[in-house]
């Protein structure tokens, strides 16, 4: 199948390196030619514009920062939509705007184009390794259609109803996600200048109902003093 990938960031190096590891024909496109050099020395082809990326591929993934990165590759002078055709699919994985991705989706419907928003969680790592989880939005044949290369990129995927689902989801898990992550902190940081050593206050909370995803990253990085970002 010809891939597309757009956006060859932290997630998306990742993620487009999985998808040439398992044999697909990939063209890939970032602002920065250079942060796809690792990828075109292992076999991708480059395109100049989201366009051409579009003319040749019959999917194209997008991983951008902001909704407006993912407008301005859509609907730019050269943007994805002056390359689509009829039966193309296009899979944002960006954390976007759910109201974005339905405009999207409706300007692609009436060029014959499937759009699915598929935002993921599990960081850089995750994206590395394959094991994301991946909210996918939009029509279930056109998931199913494509539910072999979801695979490549993640062992967990959610059908959770039509575009924009799977933003909405995706913004609730972060929410949910950083509000753990600034109480945790603020948690341990009274915790400590009450007296306790932080890996015993570590393995108390781990064992009681103060848990959560956040905490458990901490022997990894906090007790480490790596602060790397992975989201």
């Given at each position: 199948?010809?891939i597309?990938?757009?956006?060859?960031?932290r997630?998306?190096?990742?993620m487009?390196?999985?998808?040439?590891?398992?044999?697909?024909?990939?063209?890939?496109h970032?602002l920065?030619?250079?942060?796809?050099i690792?990828?075109?020395?292992?076999g991708?082809?480059?395109?100049n514009?989201?366009?051409?990326?579009?003319?040749s591929?019959?999917?194209?993934?997008?991983s951008?920062?902001t909704?407006?990165?993912?407008?301005?590759?859509?609907?730019?002078?050269?943007?994805?939509?002056?390359?689509?055709k009829?039966?193309?699919t296009?899979v944002?994985?960006?954390t976007n705007?759910?109201?974005?991705?339905?405009?999207?989706?409706?300007?692609a419907r009436?060029?014959?184009v499937t759009?699915?928003?598929?935002?993921?969680?599990?960081?850089?790592?995750g994206?590395?390794t394959?094991?994301?989880t991946?909210?996918?939005?939009?029509?279930?044949?056109?998931?199913?259609?494509?539910?072999?290369?979801?695979?490549?990129?993640?062992?967990k995927i959610?059908?959770?109803g039509?575009?924009?689902c799977?933003n909405a989801?995706k913004?609730?898990?972060?929410?949910?996600?950083l509000?753990?992550?600034s109480?945790?902190?603020?948690g341990?940081?009274?915790?400590?200048?009450?007296?306790i050593?932080?890996?015993?206050?570590?393995?108390?909370?781990?064992?009681?109902t103060?848990?959560?995803?956040c905490?458990?990253?901490f022997?990894?990085?906090?007790?480490?003093?790596?602060?790397?970002?992975?989201?």
């Open positions: 199948m010809n597309g990938f757009i956006g060859i960031g997630m998306g190096q990742h487009s390196n999985r998808l040439l590891d398992a044999g697909h024909d990939l063209t890939v970032d920065k030619k250079e942060a796809a690792k990828l075109l020395e292992k991708a082809k480059w395109g514009t989201p366009r051409e990326v579009a003319e591929c019959q999917v194209v993934f997008t951008l920062p909704p407006q990165s993912v407008e301005e590759v859509v609907y730019g002078d050269n943007g994805l939509k002056t390359g689509w009829d039966g193309d296009y944002d994985m960006s705007s759910p109201s974005v991705i339905k405009k999207i989706a409706e300007d009436i060029m014959g759009v699915l928003d598929a935002p993921v969680s599990g960081g850089t790592k994206a590395e394959g094991t994301l991946i909210m996918v939005g939009g029509d279930v044949a056109a998931i199913e259609k494509i539910q072999g290369v979801l695979q490549t990129l993640g062992q959610f059908p959770v039509g575009v924009g799977g989801a913004l609730v898990n972060n929410l949910i996600s509000a753990c992550n109480i945790s902190a603020e341990f940081v009274l915790g400590i200048k009450a007296g050593h932080p890996e015993v206050l570590w393995e108390i909370i781990t064992a009681s103060g848990n959560n995803w905490m458990q990253q022997p990894d990085t906090t007790f480490k003093g790596n602060f790397e970002p992975g989201f």
